[in-house]
Every structure is written in structure tokens, then in C-alpha cells.
């Protein structure tokens, strides 16, 4: 089956903030109740200690999705880093309260930042958890390309898939968005009314997942962004972590240089 490119409602800059704030907090709700990442986390510290990083810039964060989860793991794992979170479309109050509940260890930007095109003062690990499908293929590159440009490794991670299971997961979302909602934090009136008054969050979060899993791009077309990179002085690792219900693809770029100076253990790379 090849990749689609459907629309995604969330990324539409007409689409209500209130309504996408809602599906985004329900997202980081389902995130931290069912920690979908933990698979990736062994990698992922990996890339941290090869490239001495202490930081994570975190790009597309919605309403900070899964990332506070994985700071907690990657520090009980040995390595903590601090975590800074961006979106073109900031949902403010929950990354404030993001920020909150980590203690300080989670920051944010304010101002809409564009993953293609990300300050220079901006510095860190970047990552994009389930957020590169959102990027037509000349978009993803020019993702990649500036953390080559900007000289910063870049970690991908997708957990949907273009495969029977996800997809077919997709109508439960519904449900379980109306029996989460009341328990989803920070409390909105507005949540409650797109959810259970107008319901307009249910289908927009069920739309949103389904074109997710037609957008996910496949280890091939994941190497074939890759190849039209200028990137001679960059590692790229791209493979499939196991994981349930589906695996979870992950593309990870670092300079060479970094990759070479510091010892590491051998990681089961796909490609380079």
C-alpha cells in the first residue's frame, strides 16, 4: 500500500485552536497511560551518550505528547536530559503544564517554530515523535536537512504504521476519547463542550489518526528522503523497533564526528 497524503485537521491554520488543543491533550493522555515509546528508549539513550547530548529540542509537540514519559525513563536509565518543546501551533497550556510536572526539567517556546526552519540559538537533540507523516516528503527533507545544516543529530520515531492493526484501531479512538475526557488535565470547559456537546473532538481525533496511519512513511521511502540529503558528514540509523501493537519506525542522523569520538556499544542498526 503506498503513502497517502490525505489532510490532517490539526494541521490546517483555520482549524479552531480549542478543538485541536483538545485532540492534542487527548493524545499526551493516551500517551502517558499506555507509554507507547518505551521499545525505543535503549536507542534512543544510545544516540544521546554517542552524540553527548544532555538536551532534547523537542519539535511538532502538540501538547507535549509522549516526551515527558521519556525523559522519566531515560533518566531512571541512567541518562537525564532536559527537555525543551516546540510546535508551529503551541498549546501553551499544556505545555505550561508540562513544564510543571516536571519540575523545570520540561521548558517550552512560546513562539511558533517551524521544524524546517528552526532558530539557530535553539540547540539540542531534535526529535519528532510521531510527527514526520504530518510533512509531505519535500517538507520532510527539509526537516532533516536543516539539523544537518545546523550541524544536530535527529532522532525520528513513528508508532503508526501503514498496516492492518493501526489502522483499524482508529474508530475505538472515539470511545475512548469520551470515557478519558473528564480525567484529562488541565480541566477546559471548552474540551468538554467540542467533546460531549458539539461532538466535534471524537471525530476529528478518529479522522486525524486514521490519515496518520496512510501518512506514516515506510523504511524505503525513509531512505530515499535520506539519499537526497546533503549529508556526507552524517550517520543515519533507520530500522523497525518491536513494539505492540505494531512496530515503531525510527530514522536517527548524527555527525560522523560525534559518532567516531565517543565509545559506544554496538547498536542492531538497519542502515547507515
Known amino acids: 500500500m503506498g503513502r497517502v497524503h490525505l489532510f490532517e485537521l490539526e494541521d490546517q491554520s483555520w482549524f479552531p485552536n480549542p478543538i485541536r488543543d483538545a485532540g492534542t491533550d487527548f493524545m499526551r493522555f493516551m500517551a502517558d497511560a499506555t507509554n ?28 507535549a505528547g509522549p516526551i515527558i514519559g521519556i525523559r522519566e525513563q531515560l533518566a531512571a536509565a541512567g541518562c537525564p536530559v532536559s527537555v525543551t518543546l ?12 508540562a513544564m510543571e510536572r516536571s519540575g523545570g526539567e520540561v521548558r517550552y517556546i512560546k513562539e511558533p517554530v517551524d521544524a524546517a526552519a528552526v532558530p ?37 520515531f513513528e508508532m503508526t504504521q501503514r498496516s492492518v492493526l493501526p489502522i483499524l484501531g482508529t474508530p475505538f479512538l472515539p470511545l475512548a476519547l469520551l470515557m478519558a475526557t473528564p480525567f484529562i488535565r488541565p480541566f477546559r470547559w471548552s474540551r468538554l463542550f467540542w467533546t460531549y456537546a458539539v461532538p466535534v473532538v471524537p471525530l476529528f481525533v478518529a479522522w486525524d489518526a486514521f490519515v496518520s496511519c496512510l501518512r506514516t512513511y515506510s523504511l524505503q521511502e525513509m531512505r530515499m528522503l535520506v539519499d537526497g540529503l546533503r549529508s556526507d558528514d ?22 560522523r564526528q560525534a559518532r567516531d569520538d565517543i565509545p559506544h556499544s554496538p547498536s542492531p542498526a538497519q542502515s547507515g
Open 234 to 255: 552524517y550517520h543515519w540509523e533507520i530500522g523497525l523497533e518491536p513494539a505492540r501493537p505494531a512496530p515503531i519506525s525510527y530514522l536517527i542522523g548524527r555527525p
Open 86 to 97: 516546540t510546535d508551529k501551533f503551541p498549546n501553551e497550556t499544556a505545555l505550561g503544564y
Open 36 to 63: 507507547p515509546y518505551r521499545p525505543i528508549i535503549p536507542r534512543l539513550r544510545q544516540a544521546l551518550a554517542d552524540t553527548g547530548s544532555r538536551e532534547i529540542l523537542d519539535l511538532c509537540s502538540g501538547a
Open 120 to 156: 539557530h540559538h535553539l540547540s539540542g537533540f531534535r526529535t519528532l515523535f510521531t510527527g514526520l507523516h504530518h510533512f509531505r516528503p519535500e517538507a520532510a527533507r527539509r526537516i532533516l536537512q536543516n539539523a544537518v545544516d545546523q550541524g544536530h543529530p535527529i532522532g525520528v
